[in-house]
């Protein structure tokens, strides 16, 4: 089964084409970093307007890249959640008017569930139940996938997702916006003792996180260094900020690995390009003997061929909608 799936949920717009959600034919991605870049974060409005003007382009390339023809085409998978509501918007209406003059369903898919199932790109042999981790720009989620379709949330971070607390630390450092990738690759000349920052630890649910304490002290130690002239170790506090944002995620997520049973850890998401997360990763599932899944980098950030993995499946569990299918700025990804 070939589905046309489209990704427009922040500032990726992104067209692919997958085969019975395991084969990537074509993944075509525009992303809109540098037109967000001066401002230090995503302006929903340049994002929206941005997507209108790339993406039917994206769409023609990617069957003139495969050499398919819109017949080929047998379903539609679009991110309709969650998302900055005029971006889903966009991808929503253009895959609602591809699928109706094609005539093929039309598969609304969770952005999260998408980010999960790029395992299964990158995987052939994955299948649930498994562990999910799945960290991005605005979500950070530790995920039961019970089956291809069923999943619960076991936790969750209560304020910031793991992917703003890099961001900001970024900009306060002066790099580049997204800054996870900057801060990553400046925490290796870093000591990852440099600073001790709050480890946080939220009550009663013990895989639930929080990154709003970590962000705040690290701007509060940049801020502290320009009113006192105190110089920065700057790669210092990239490197604290990766072993601390890796201390809240790694030990939590083994502890529910411990709990389930499966055997499988799974990674997801932007923030799952972090070098320090996945080699703290690596080193924590060697030990405990779990099978650790992490995408490569190019599936880790967003992209359309994980909403067309995870799209085959919604279509084989009967998940299809029709043209009231409108776009969620929030919504669960249990829904
Ligand atoms: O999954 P994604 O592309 O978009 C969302 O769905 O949010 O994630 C983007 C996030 C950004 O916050 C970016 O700074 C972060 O992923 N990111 C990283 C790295 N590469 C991207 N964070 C830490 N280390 C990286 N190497």
């Known amino acids: 089964m070939l589905i046309l ?30 037109l967000h870049a001066i401002y230090g974060g995503v302006v929903p409005e340049i994002a929206s307007r941005s997507h209108v003007e790339v993406i039917s382009q994206l769409a023609d390339r990617a069957l003139s890249v495969t050499g398919l023809t819109r017949s080929d085409i047998d379903a539609v998978a679009v991110s309709y959640a969650p998302g900055l509501i005029g971006a889903v918007l966009v991808g929503v209406n253009f895959a ?60 969750q971070t209560r304020d910031d997702a793991a992917g703003e607390c890099f961001d900001k630390t970024a900009r306060v450092l002066g ?5 996870g990738a900057p801060i990553d690759a400046l925490s290796k000349q870093g000591d990852d003792r440099r600073y001790p920052l709050p480890k946080p630890y939220v009550g009663e ?6 990154f709003s304490g970590l962000k705040t002290a690290v701007i509060n130690l940049a801020h502290h260094s320009e009113q006192t002239g105190e110089e920065l170790d700057r790669a210092g506090l990239a490197a604290s900020l990766c072993r601390a944002v890796s201390y809240a995620l790694v030990p939590r997520t083994m502890q529910a690995a411990r709990k389930l049973g499966y055997g499988k850890v799974c990674v997801a998401g932007g923030v799952a390009a972090n070098s320090r997360i996945r080699s703290d990763f690596a080193a924590a599932c060697e030990k405990s003997g779990d099978r650790l899944y992490i995408p ?11 909403i067309g993995a995870q799209g085959y499946y919604e279509y084989l569990a009967g998940h299809t909608a029709g043209t009231e299918l409108n776009a969620f700025a929030n919504l669960s990804l249990e829904v």
């Open 175 to 179: 790099l580049p916006y997204p800054g």
């Open 96 to 155: 609602k008017s591809v699928a109706m003059s094609l005539g093929v369903p039309l598969i609304p898919v969770h952005h999260t569930r998408g980010h999960i199932a790029a395992n299964y790109l990158a995987f052939p042999e994955l299948e649930p139940p498994f562990l999910c981790l799945a960290i991005s720009g605005g979500n950070t989620l530790l995920v039961d996938v019970r089956s291809y379709t069923e999943m619960k949330i076991l936790g």
């Open 5 to 34: 799936s489209v990704e427009s949920t922040c500032d990726e717009t992104a067209v692919a084409i997958t085969e019975d959600g395991r084969r990537v034919l074509t993944d075509q991605i525009f992303s809109q970093a540098d």
């Open 296 to 306: 490569p980098l190019k599936l880790c950030g967003d992209n359309a061929a994980m």
């Open 205 to 210: 649910n013990p895989y639930d996180m929080s």
